[in-house]
C-alpha cells in the first residue's frame, strides 16, 4: 500500500546534528536581542538625558505606551476629584503635575506634555537610576530588567516591535513605583492622596496651593 504524501519509511525523530544546530540558531537570536536591548535601554536613557524632541523618545515607547499618554494628557484636562479616586498613584501623580505645571505656567513644550513631564519631571525614571539594576533578560518578545538584588522580579519591561525593543511604559510605571504605593496602603490613602504628598515634598517651598484644588480641572 502506498503511504501518505510527504511520508518517508526513516525515523521521524530530528537528527541530533540538526537539533544541535537549530538550538545554537535560537541561542544566537536570543543573544542578538539581548545586546539590542541593552543597547536601546542606553541610548534611551542617553536620549532622556538630553532632552531629545519628541519623535525620538516615542521611538522608544510601544504604540499602545504612546495611545496611553494622550489618554492620560486627556484626563489631566477633565477628571474631577470623584474620578482621580479611581486613579493609581502614578496616573494620579502625573495629572496633579500636569495641572501645577499649567497653573504655574511652566511648561517649555507645546505639545506631547504629558511625554516629557512623566519622563523629565515626575521623577519615575530617577528611581531606576538609583538602584543597582540586575543582568536584562529576554525570552521570546518579551525583554526585562530587575534589581541586582533580585533579577527575576522586574522592574521594567520591554516588548519586540519586528526589528527593535520598546519600552512597555504603561506595564513599567506600575512595578517602578509599586514600593512608593506600599505608603497608601499603610496609611489607608488613596492614590490621588499620595500624589499630593509627593507633590508637596518636591515643590512645597516653590508653590503654594499644593493641595486638593488640583483635583479638579483648572479650566484648560
Known amino acids: ?18 537539533a544541535a544546530v537549530r538550538n545554537a540558531k535560537v541561542k544566537a537570536q536570543e543573544a542578538d536581542k539581548l545586546a539590542m536591548l541593552e543597547s536601546m535601554f542606553s541610548v534611551f536613557k542617553e536620549s532622556v538625558k538630553n532632552r531629545a524632541p519628541s519623535d525620538v523618545l516615542l521611538g522608544f515607547l510601544t504604540d499602545s505606551s504612546e495611545y496611553w499618554l494622550d489618554t492620560l494628557e486627556n484626563h489631566a ?8 479616586d479611581t486613579c493609581q498613584f502614578y496616573e494620579a501623580y502625573a495629572i496633579v503635575l ?5 497653573r504655574e505656567h511652566l511648561w517649555d ?10 519622563l523629565y519631571n515626575s521623577g519615575f525614571l530617577d528611581l531606576v537610576d538609583r538602584v543597582n539594576m540586575g ?6 518578545d ?5 534589581l541586582a538584588k533580585s533579577p527575576k522580579v522586574p522592574i521594567m519591561l520591554f516588548t519586540w516591535d519586528d526589528t527593535q525593543w520598546k519600552l512597555d511604559l504603561i506595564e513599567t510605571l506600575p512595578l517602578i513605583t509599586k514600593g512608593i504605593e506600599a505608603t497608601a496602603a499603610k496609611k489607608n490613602w ?22 486638593e484644588s488640583l483635583f479638579e480641572p483648572i479650566g484648560f
Open 1 to 18: 500500500m502506498a503511504g501518505c504524501a510527504g511520508s518517508s519509511g526513516g525515523s521521524s525523530q530530528e537528527s541530533p546534528e540538526t
Open 77 to 84: 484636562k477633565i477628571y474631577d476629584a470623584a474620578a482621580m
Open 98 to 102: 500636569y495641572r501645577l505645571f499649567e
Open 109 to 118: 513644550v507645546t505639545d506631547y506634555r504629558m511625554l516629557y513631564l512623566l
Open 135 to 140: 543582568p536584562f533578560e529576554v525570552k521570546n
Open 142 to 146: 518579551r525583554g526585562s530588567v530587575g
Open 190 to 211: 488613596t492614590g490621588a492622596k499620595l500624589a499630593l504628598y509627593w507633590l508637596d515634598k518636591k515643590y512645597h517651598l516653590q508653590y503654594s496651593r499644593l493641595d
